[in-house]
Structures are given as C-alpha cells and as structure tokens.
C-alpha cells in the first residue's frame, strides 16, 4: 500500500474486496478459459468418484460442493439402468443403492463444465445391451468403466466381457467391493489380475479396504475400527500386481486411514504410486465437518510421510492413470 500517494485508497471492505476478487477471477477465466475454482488453488486435486443426483443432492449442489472442497477435475460415475433382477438385489441396487442418475446425465453434466468434470460409462452386466451401452459412452469420450456395484462374481463371464472391452479401450474398470452384496469373490480376484494384463483396476468400498488387515476373517464387519496387521488380501494385491489401484473414496476408505494412523503412514508410502483420492460423500457443503471427502484431504496429507507422496495420491497419480 503506497500511502504517499493520495489517489491510492487507504482500504477496502471486505464486501468491495471479495466482489472485485471474484470480478477478477471470473475476467481471468474467460481469457485463460479456465474454470474459475483452478484459479483459487494452487495445488490441483483429481477427485476420481462422485455420483449425480446422489441421494438427491442437486447437480447445482455438487458443483458447489467440488469447489468447496478444493476439488479441479472430478470423474463422475454414472448408475446403471433400473432393473429388477439378482444381480440389483431386485431393484435393492438400482441407481448404485444411492439414487444416483445414468450415463447420459454424467456426459451432460461433463459436457455443461468440461474443465472441471470428465464421466464415466457404466450397466448392469448381465442384461443383453450392457457392453452396447457401455461401449456407446465409451465412444463419445467416458474414462472409465464404473462404478460397477452389482450383485455378480467378479470372474462371472458378463464380468469378463467387460473387462475385455476396458482392454480394447483402454480405461480403467472401477469396482465396488461388498462382501455378499457387490461383486463376490475378492479372494479370487488375483486371477482377473492375471488374465488381464492390460486392464487397470480401481478397487473401492467396505470389503476391498477391510482387508488390509490380515487378520480381518469376519467378511461381515464392514467397518472394522481395529489395528492393522499387514499383509491382507488388499494389500496383497497391490504388493504382487501392478495393474490395480485403491480408491480411498467414501468412509470405507477414510477409516482405513484413521484406524491406524500408523500403519496408514507405512501403507502410504509402501503404495504411493498407486492410490488414488475420491470423496463419494452425499453432503452439499464439501465441508470438514461433515464431508467425507474433505476429511480425506485432511487425512492424506497429515499422514502422507512426504509432500511427494501426498500429491500423488491427490493428483499425480489419477492424472497419469486417466492420461488427463
């Protein structure tokens, strides 16, 4: 502030600041055609797992709530369609369990903020369209196959094919683990990991980060609040195969973090290259104190053992996984 100058004023409101503040940014990203919220943070976030219409938040929230989070790019993944059948538990399953909308709303919603959102392409895999559909989204642009969240075994021959598809395309496949309720038989998923190579996998949810721990023998506890002893199914895979990743994503994976703050440290810097922050959290304010993935944030980098480490897992890492 030059105070020998008499034309220069002495202060601002804070009302005048943020106004010209948000004039300023908004003229900025006009010219730089980039979104406004890119230009509040100078440390970009990739937030690999929301929903639209997530148990009836509007999409006009959830633009709010990425910004407030300090999120840069979000992937939206879109539902199947609604079906009554085993593999949605009857309609149980149908929009992911969550309410959550279809492919074609995720595109739209991508399409309306393309610097901020990107979307994914998802059905229930055993009906006769769900490789035309999938492939169809596939086509116009979606990065990923996911979230898939159905009652199947994930070595089933629909399951296949769609992982035979992520190849020709290749996208990642996201997977939603729950143990006797979404994709069935983690312990055997080593041989998927085998039989394709080529095939990135996202594992995501209660049984994929239950079993961190070696000791985790009861599948049913789905939010086990216990330490870690290393070396379970989970940490196995991300030890022996390089084609899947950990999606810390919703509560699941918070409390995979928070339960042993120790070991959270060691698993962190053992799997840098390949873990990945997504929030998946229904609230519309993105903050802390009641936003699943605001406390990710937190937690990924309190605990990361290095800054290095912390931007991988918030950025680097989907960044080059999603070739953005």
């Not at 929903?51 to 999409?59: E, L, V």
């Not at 991300?238 to 120790?262: Q, V």
């Not at 799997?271 to 304010?285: A, E, K, Y």
């Amino acid at each position: 502030m030059d105070h020998k100058n008499p034309k220069t004023p002495i202060s601002l409101s804070r009302r005048q600041f943020i106004a010209g503040t948000s004039l300023l940014l908004s003229a900025t990203a006009l010219r730089l055609n980039a979104s406004p919220v890119s230009l509040l943070f100078a440390e970009p976030i990739i937030d690999i797992h929301q929903h639209t219409d997530y148990m009836g938040r509007t999409n006009d929230m959830l633009v709010a709530h990425q910004r407030a989070m300090g999120v840069t790019k979000t992937i939206l993944l879109p539902s199947g369609r609604s079906v009554n059948q085993a593999s949605t538990h009857f309609g149980k399953g149908n929009g992911l369990q969550a309410k959550a909308t279809g492919n074609a709303i995720c595109q739209a919603l991508a399409k309306k903020y393309p610097q901020e959102f990107l979307y994914g392409a998802n059905e229930v895999p055993d009906i006769p369209e769900a490789i035309q559909e999938i492939e169809r989204y596939l086509k116009m642009g979606a990065c990923v196959i996911g979230e898939s969240k159905f009652g199947v075994e994930c070595d089933s021959p629909e399951m296949q094919k769609i992982y035979e598809l992520a190849q020709a395309y290749n996208v990642p496949v996201l997977m939603h683990w729950q143990y006797e309720m979404y994709n069935y038989g983690l312990e055997r998923f080593h041989t998927m990991l085998e039989k394709y190579p080529k095939v990135n996998f996202i594992g995501h949810s209660q049984t994929w980060w239950a079993n961190i721990d070696k000791n985790h023998t009861d599948q049913s506890v789905l939010y086990p609040k216990t330490k870690v002893t290393r070396g379970g199914i989970t940490e196995q895979l991300l030890s022996n195969y390089d084609n899947i990743y950990g999606d810390f994503s919703a509560g699941s994976g918070l409390g995979s973090l928070t339960r042993d703050e120790d070991h959270a440290r060691w698993f962190l810097e053992k799997h840098q290259d390949r873990l990945l922050f997504g929030s998946d959290c229904t609230d519309i304010t993105g903050h802390i104190d009641n936003c699943f993935g605001a406390k990710l944030i937190d937690a990924i980098k309190r605990l990361s053992p290095s800054k290095k480490i912390e931007r991988k897992i918030l950025y680097y890492n989907a960044k080059k996984l999603f070739r953005l």
